[in-house]
């Protein structure tokens, strides 16, 4: 009778569908005849919970019984969220009309933001045969400009990398970061960067250290050598990375009686941290939350900025996956079981 036990208890259930699949078609039958809305709503959180990554699972027996039950209660009746842990497992079990209603989610402006990105990773998770036109109809729309890149991401085509490497021009925050991340996780999309580097369309600015790196990740020596030319090299050596923290430590105990300016410091860290870290709960939460880090303390606030890698904590280092698709991503690893493993990209 407790909601986060009953969804914990049915994600649990969850993980036994390959193995003993009656336990989750007699959980669902359960639910969808119990009078109080809120069991099934919970159910199907659970069990949404559990299956987040696959791409298809069995259908219970029982699950004609559970739609039935969802459409016979008034849009007002409904507990939140309860119509789109539907939609989303329906199309996990193969229901092509599911699937239809699901786009026509992501491609209504009408619709929330969230509720349309959600429908969209639905979409990339299923991988329909129409995704990519889908998500090429979507890439230039700010809502959903981050998931419209992830799901094109899939597709190894030049002509994908072109239409990628324009958006990023034009994109802006989160979503630019993702279009980038799309952009150098095959060697084909990083190709491309890298010539709009070379020909003027993008600026050397335009690329991060990490994007770099990223880059480099991918193995590809003559596109290394390629991108080393249009962006510069990364120093990697101790030495030298000690020898910035020296001139910079000099530079800034002997500048104490100039003007600071804190909103401006503020912006960069906007700009340059804020993505991956969080700073007094705003900010990204790929990275460390840096609210009562040791910032005041000079050696330690240059140390983990010149040489942020020096230590990390095993939960925040980064991972680098090779998929079977030809893609390489770097992240932090959050989730990891034997159908999936769930990867935190910038």
């Known amino acids: 009778r407790w909601p986060t036990t009953r969804r914990?208890?049915?994600?649990?259930?969850?993980?036994?569908?390959?193995?003993?699949?009656?336990?989750?078609d007699s959980l669902l039958r359960s639910a969808s005849r119990q009078p109080d809305p809120l069991m099934l709503a919970d159910t199907l959180a659970g069990l949404s919970e559990w299956l987040a990554g696959w791409r298809q699972a069995p259908r219970p027996p029982s699950w004609q019984e559970v739609q039935r039950a969802v459409a016979a209660l008034p849009a007002a009746d409904q507990p939140a969220e309860l119509a789109?842990?539907?939609?989303?497992?329906?199309?996990?079990?193969?229901?092509?009309r599911a699937l239809a209603?699901?786009?026509?989610?992501?491609?209504?402006?009408?619709?929330?933001?969230?509720?349309?990105?959600?429908?969209l990773r639905t979409l990339i998770e299923a991988r329909p045969a129409d995704l990519r036109k889908t998500c090429e109809q979507l890439l230039n729309d700010r809502t959903v400009q981050a998931e419209a890149a992830r799901g094109l991401a899939v597709f190894d085509d030049p002509a994908v990398a072109r239409l990628l490497v324009n958006?990023?021009?034009?994109?802006?925050?989160?979503?630019?970061?993702?279009?980038?991340?799309?952009?150098?996780?095959?060697?084909?999309?990083?190709?491309?960067?890298?010539?709009?580097?070379?020909?003027g369309q993008l600026k050397p600015a335009d690329l991060s250290a990490a994007t770099v790196r990223q880059i480099h990740t991918l193995g590809d020596a003559a596109l290394s050598?390629?991108?080393?030319?249009?962006?510069?090299?990364?120093?990697?050596?101790?030495?030298?990375?000690?020898?910035?923290?020296?001139?910079?430590?000099?530079?800034?105990?002997?500048?104490?009686?100039q003007p600071v300016n804190l909103p401006a410091g503020r912006l960069l860290f906007q700009q340059s941290c804020g993505n991956c870290h969080r700073l007094y709960g705003s900010g990204g939460d790929l990275g460390p939350d840096l609210t009562g880090s040791g910032r005041h303390d000079l050696g330690y606030l240059l140390e983990n900025m010149v040489d942020p890698s020096a230590v990390v904590n095993r939960n925040w280092r980064m991972s680098v996956i090779a998929l079977a698709d030809g893609r390489v991503l770097s992240g932090v690893v959050m989730h990891r079981d034997a159908n999936t493993l769930s990867l935190r990209t910038p």
């Open 225 to 257: 050598r390629r991108l080393t030319a249009a962006w510069g090299q990364i120093r990697e050596s101790p030495a030298e990375k000690q020898r910035q923290i020296a001139d910079l430590t000099e530079l800034l105990t002997t500048a104490d009686d």
């Open 167 to 199: 958006a990023s021009r034009r994109a802006r925050g989160p979503a630019r970061e993702a279009i980038l991340s799309a952009l150098v996780s095959r060697v084909t999309f990083a190709t491309a960067l890298v010539e709009a580097v070379e020909n």
């Open 84 to 96: 789109r842990h539907a939609r989303e497992l329906a199309v996990l079990f193969g229901d092509g």
């Open 101 to 119: 209603a699901v786009r026509a989610v992501a491609l209504d402006r009408a619709a929330t933001a969230d509720i349309r990105r959600t429908a």
């Open 8 to 24: 914990l208890i049915v994600r649990r259930l969850a993980s036994l569908i390959d193995t003993t699949p009656t336990v989750i």
